[in-house]
């Protein structure tokens, strides 16, 4: 692998974590309602963090294959999706629109993985919890802007 | 061009734009001190636009490319970088935060431009004006930092 291509990778990864430092979880956060099953604080870092590291890794395995072009523009999307949420629901507060854009981040990562399975299955097998994960983050979303409706 | 490429492309754009609209300047940069040669509030719409549009023109064009590896990973860079400077900026209203992150945005957009020179000189040409804006938005953001030191 390119270690160099992966370096660039992970540096737009690593302005996706940025937002994570920037615009934590404050008292706003820690005052909603949330549902019995939010995973515990510890849990977001360490799983961002690992799935930043598969990203980069997936990134430069598959951009110099021929055929990367749709992989290529997913990544590119998922990231600025990625990058964009973070603020929105915990910079604006705005819960609602803080789901229009993980929703369409699901999307994304769905269009990635689709486009890395006939490229590299090593590649999406390492994105796959990526997956798993937006679908998680968008369910605790929508249930707490559901079981707050007034904040 | 495969026009459904470019759409995928001018999504992550629209993701960065997005920024724009939910992190709009207000109070706070109308009363800061700027320099003389800012330019006028209805330039930074017009010239984003004309950007995103290149640049998604030209993500189109060259991820489909033999060797477009590099082009691909800075694509990615920037527009997470540019994703991220207007919410630390006009959200946090972090000038020295800004000011690193649109550094590094100017360091991505040099990198896309070297990496399309070989691959396709009509994508370089479209995306050079964006490095001639980033270096006029980063040098405001330098400006603004320095006459305002309190704020």
Redo the contacts between chains.
């Keep these: 692998m ?1 270690w160099i ?1 992966f370096l ?2 992970l ?3 690593g ?2 974590a ?2 994570g430092a ?2 934590s979880p404050g008292a706003w956060y820690r005052g909603l309602s949330k549902p019995s099953w939010t995973p515990p604080d510890w849990v977001f870092p360490v799983v961002w963090t690992t799935l930043y590291l598969a990203l980069a890794f997936a ?2 395995r598959v ?2 294959l ?1 055929g ?3 992989a ?6 998922q ?6 949420w973070t ?2 629901f915990f ?2 507060q ?1 819960m609602k ?1 803080g789901l229009v ?1 993980i929703v ?1 981040l699901w999307l ?1 990562v769905a ?1 990635l993985l689709v486009s890395l399975w006939p490229l590299d299955k090593i590649a999406f097998l390492v994105v796959a919890p990526y997956l798993v994960w937006v679908t998680i983050a968008a369910a605790l979303n929508a249930s707490v802007l559901r079981r707050n409706p007034s904040a």
């Design positions: 390119d291509l660039v990778f540096g737009a990864c302005a996706a940025a937002t920037m615009f990134g430069a951009a110099p021929e990367s072009a749709y290529m523009a997913f990544w590119a999307l990231i600025a999706l990625n990058t964009l603020p929105v910079g604006l705005r629109a854009v369409l994304a269009g």
